[in-house]
Every structure is written in C-alpha cells, then in structure tokens.
C-alpha cells in the first residue's frame, strides 16, 4: 500500500475519502479553493494547499494546479472522487506518466466510455442490451427526423459527451424535431465541447437502475448489487435504495451478468457504475432492461451499496490500485436488509431552485442505521460556485418498511438553518403513495410537482 493520498475534490466526498485514508493510516492531503478554506475536508487532512480562486476551472478542474500540489507535497497517489477531473482521461494519463498511482480505471477505459455513441456499440458487440438508437452521430435535423421515424416516436436526442442528465431533450412530435435538435447540439458545443448527438428510442415510463461494480488487481470484474436511482428531477438524481423494488431474481442476475460482461469489455479495474434503464412489464410484454451509461468513477450513492454489504468501497478503491485483494472476501458477500439515501441540497422543496447561504444552525440527525456524509457544518457557508449537494442521509434497515422509517426520522431529525434546503421535499416524498408501495417511475417528482 502506498503511504499518501491527494484528494482531487471538495466537500462531502472528499471528507468521506479522507475518513477512510486516514483509518487506514495513509498521509492525507486536500487541495481547495479560496471560499473552501474553512470546510471541513480541509481541517481534517493531514495538509491542505490553495490551488485557485473559487471558478471551478481555476481551482477543482485545474488539472496542472493539482498535480502541482501533488508534486509539493510528496504524495504517492491521487483519488479524483467524482465530477471535475474523475473522468477526464487526459488527467488520468497525466497523474501515471507523472509516477502516481491512479486511484481509477485506466485512461483507456475512461476513454472508452467518454463517448456514448462508442460506449453503445462497445456494449452492443459484448452482449449487453442496447435500446433501439442510431450508431453513429446524426449530423443535421433532417437526419435526426429520418432516424426517429425508423425508430419510432418518442425518441430522445443525447449528447455524445452528455453527462449528469445534462445534453438531452425527448421528442414526441416531428415537427418540434428540428427545435429541439437545434437546442441540444448547441448546448453540447457550448457545456462539453462536442456537439455531437444520437438518437434513441424513449420510454415514457421507465426506471433508472444501476449496477455497481469494481474491477479487482487480478483481472475479475464484480457486481456488487444494484441501486434503484428513480427518483430524480431534471434528470438529476435526488434519492437512490438498495435493493430495487423493481427486480425480479431473474432480472437481477441478468442485469448483474451484463454489468459484469460491460466491465470485462474494457478491462475496468476499480469502482465504476453500469447504468440501465428499466421498462417495466406492460400489455403482455416483458420488463426490459437497456444499457444507458458506464461512470468510470465512485458514485454519489455508493455509501447505500456499502450499507447492505458492509464493505468499504473507497478502501477497496485504494487497495486495487495499490495492486492488492479489496479487503473483503468476493464469495462470502451477501445483501443484508435495504438501504436508502437522500440527497440534501441546498435548494427550496417545491422548485429545486438553487439557495446558497451562510449556515447558521446544522443539527444532523443520528442513531443506529443513520448515517451521514456532510460537506458542511455550523458556521460555513454554501456558495453558488459549485453543486448544491449538502449532505447525504443514507439509512440501512432490516427491510424496505424499516428503512423507510428510519428515513423519516432522519429527515426529521436534520435541522439547517440559512440556506435553503430540501429536507421537506424528502420529508413528503417518504410519505408519497407510489414511493412507499416502491412502484414508481423516473417520472415521479414531475408528478409529485405537477
């Protein structure tokens, strides 16, 4: 195992990695941007260096500022956590030809993933289930409306480089096709840099399941469960559980299979996510699953997988790419009860609108089975620079009932006083029918705020 750790990243995620660091006695360094200078992930490092002003670009994406601090401060490997530099192969060559140890996949499989169009037709060629769409970029509007008559309607347009729900708009009628190919080509010049886009089928009712899995030293690729991550507004996540209400036994080994089968078709060695789309069983047909997309990184949600598992995936993180066994025993992992976890934002409950602040009071809710992840405390302040994301609440109960209570009395338990927060957004979702009884859809919260 090496000695030292740089934690390319900021707020919860980054305390969260240094928390497992430092347990397992590695030097623990942080990088961070002048309005970050008093978070906690900063005063818990063994050192911290000022890498840039508040900009994202300056500071948290700056990839030559971290490798700088790196270099400064001796230290033998980097974790990107995930956003910023965590799927940016130019970075993660760079941090290797430097002689540093890459707390991730290799560049080749980022690479490889990066891009939808391939990352589909890599998937199709292995056996994992694709929905129907084209395979190479539709280049005008008039091509996009040819591929979606082939496909049929609904079709959604999805930007090649797109992530985080962000580069995609659903059309449902020709005519507005050449609007909103138009809109989305535009947005992805200008957001990733690439304005290529395709075309794929889109189901109006479908749920977002994903598989994680982690890419051992020697070569195996395991899937350690699915996590349902259906509840979302503008297609952005907000509340993911373990295990899905949605899964059959058969469907789950099968989504499992192909999640094993799209990590061995890169050779993927540390924690990623293999992420599908679900259609539920109707008018006589099966529930199928599709694949959507493959994120080379640790996710958000992974702290509901380690519940139901016990296992610590930021330290088998560390330990694969220190060329080591994971510290668990693959064969002996068994799913015990069912997790769930709350994003807590700093944005109002009714239009998700963003309230950063100054927080005056942060009372976090505690007991057995609660956990939480925070990036802040009493006395700092949330600022517009970067993603609203406070904290998570992640509950691990006997079942799926006692789960639910649990996060009811998490959320009851959590007070924040300054910025706005979506505490009672969570507090009615636990409450909301189709939510409890676990039959819900991608189009939940649309519903819920309709």
């Not at 911290?48 to 994202?56: D, T």
């Not at 760079?94 to 037709?121: C, F, H, Q, Y």
């Not at 009932?401 to 009395?409: D, G």
Request: one cysteine or more.
């Amino acid at each position: 195992m090496f000695d030292s750790l740089l934690v390319a990243n900021r707020g919860e995620i980054a305390r969260r990695v240094i928390r497992t660091a430092k347990r397992m006695g590695l030097r623990t360094i942080a990088v961070y941007s002048e309005v970050d200078a008093g978070l906690p992930f900063v005063l818990e490092a063994d050192e911290a260096v000022l890498i840039g002003p508040a900009s994202p670009a300056e500071s948290y994406r700056n990839a030559a500022a971290v490798l700088s601090a790196a270099k400064a401060t001796g230290a033998a490997a980097i974790h990107p956590g995930y956003g910023f530099l965590s799927e940016n192969t130019d970075f993660a060559r760079d941090v290797v030809e430097a002689g540093l140890i890459w707390v991730g996949p290799s560049p080749a499989a980022i690479t490889a993933m990066g891009d939808k169009i391939a990352a589909r037709n890599l998937m199709a060629a292995a056996g994992v289930p694709v929905a129907p769409g084209t395979e190479d970029p539709v280049t005008s509007a008039e091509a996009a409306s040819a591929a979606a008559a082939e496909i049929g309607y609904p079709v959604m347009i999805k930007a090649s480089a797109g992530g985080g729900g962000m580069g995609m708009a659903v059309v449902s009628d020709p005519a507005n096709m050449a609007a909103e190919y138009e809109k989305v080509t535009a947005f992805a010049g200008r957001l990733f840099g690439d304005a290529s886009v395709f075309v794929e089928r889109y189901f109006p009712r479908v749920r977002h399941v994903e598989v994680q899995i982690l890419g051992l030293a020697d070569g195996r690729v395991l899937a350690l469960g699915e996590r349902d991550c259906s509840v979302q507004r503008r297609n952005q996540k907000v509340a993911e559980e373990t295990p899905s209400p949605a899964l059959t036994p058969d469907l789950r080994d099968r989504m499992l299979t192909a999640a094993r089968k799209a990590g061995e078709a890169v050779d993927y060695t540390g924690a990623g996510t293999v992420e599908f789309l679900l259609a539920p069983a109707q008018d006589g047909a099966p529930a199928e699953f599709f694949f959507l997309e493959m994120n080379t990184r640790l996710q958000v949600e992974h702290p509901i997988t380690e519940a139901v598992l016990g296992i610590d995936l930021v330290e088998a993180q560390l330990r694969v790419a220190a060329g080591e066994d994971p510290g668990f025993d693959p064969d002996a992992l068994a799913v015990a009860g069912h997790a769930i976890e709350l994003r807590i934002n700093a944005e109002d409950s009714k239009r998700f609108l963003p309230g950063p602040g100054a927080i005056r009071e942060w009372v976090e809710p505690a007991g057995e089975g609660i956990r939480v992840d925070a990036g802040y405390t009493a006395g700092t302040t949330v600022t517009p620079s970067y993603d609203s994301l406070m904290a998570k609440v992640i509950v691990h109960g006997a079942d799926r009932p006692a789960a639910l209570e649990l996060a009811r009395a998490a959320v009851a338990g959590f007070t924040i006083v300054g910025p706005k927060s979506n505490l009672a957004f969570h507090a009615e979702l636990l409450e909301n029918p189709e939510f409890v009884s676990g039959d819900y859809d991608t189009a939940l919260v649309a519903r819920m705020r309709a």
